[in-house]
T-cell receptor, first 112, second 114 residues
């Protein structure tokens, strides 16, 4: 089955810096890669996603890149703000399996 | 209107008890899920139902029994609760084509077994 690895497990940055979180997946048939943000005590919420026919997607300060050959994808947050502090999860979905397999999460701390 | 709602939000109970968690979605989604988030924040799928039919049953102890009376509801009943069952349980839903919209999660149920 699909396996998703995520790094780093924790990431501390100063406000205004960029943050990058990386994930690798095992099943080359996976074709959908969402990212979720989970604030303390809250539910995970979808912040951006990418499909396998696209190499990069941007939404204001966040972007996701996908390298199908290497089977990895990354989340990039620019001009980080304290409210970006949260746990971020990557996930992957394989056609026919109808489920998301999540990475182990990255705790991002943005210091003012 | 809350899209995916879970009750209760908090549940504290003693070992050996039986408890249920309820989930309802008003998004018209076909598929609903239960995920367990442990103390290290790892999200692991437990069950999935599509239009009231069980389609995913991961390696979960048979003390856990899901029930879907209709496609808008998915409940989770847990028998003989153990300390290791303490976690946050999230319900989620998606359309039939998962790749279009991903999941919408409920607000979670924090279960503490003492």
């Amino acid at each position: 089955g699909e396996n998703v690895e995520q790094h780093p497990s924790t990431l501390s940055v100063q406000e205004g810096d960029s943050a990058v979180i990386k994930c690798t997946y095992s099943d080359s048939a996976s074709n959908y890669f969402p990212w979720y943000k989970q604030e303390l005590g809250k539910r995970p919420q979808l912040i951006i996603d990418i499909r396998s026919n696209v190499g990069e997607k941007k939404d204001q300060r966040i972007a996701v890149t996908l390298n199908k050959t290497a089977k990895h994808f990354s989340l990039h947050i620019t001009e980080t703000q304290p409210e970006d502090s949260a746990v971020y999860f990557c996930a992957a979905s394989t056609p026919g399996f109808q489920k998301l397999v999540f990475g182990t999460g990255t705790r991002l701390l943005v210091s003012p | 209107d809350t899209a995916v709602s879970q009750t209760p939000k908090y549940l504290v109970t003693q070992m050996g008890n039986d408890k249920s968690i309820k989930c309802e979605q008003n998004l018209g989604h076909d598929t609903m899920y239960w995920y367990k988030q442990d103390s290290k924040k790892f999200l692991k799928i437990m069950f999935s139902y599509n239009n009231k039919e069980l389609i995913i049953n991961e390696t979960v102890p048979n003390r856990f029994s899901p029930k879907s009376p209709d496609k808008a509801h998915l409940n989770l009943h847990i028998n003989s609760l153990e300390l290791g069952d303490s976690a946050v349980y999230f319900c989620a839903s998606s359309t039939g084509t998962l790749q279009n919209y991903g999941y919408t999660f409920g607000s979670g149920t924090r279960l503490t077994v003492v």
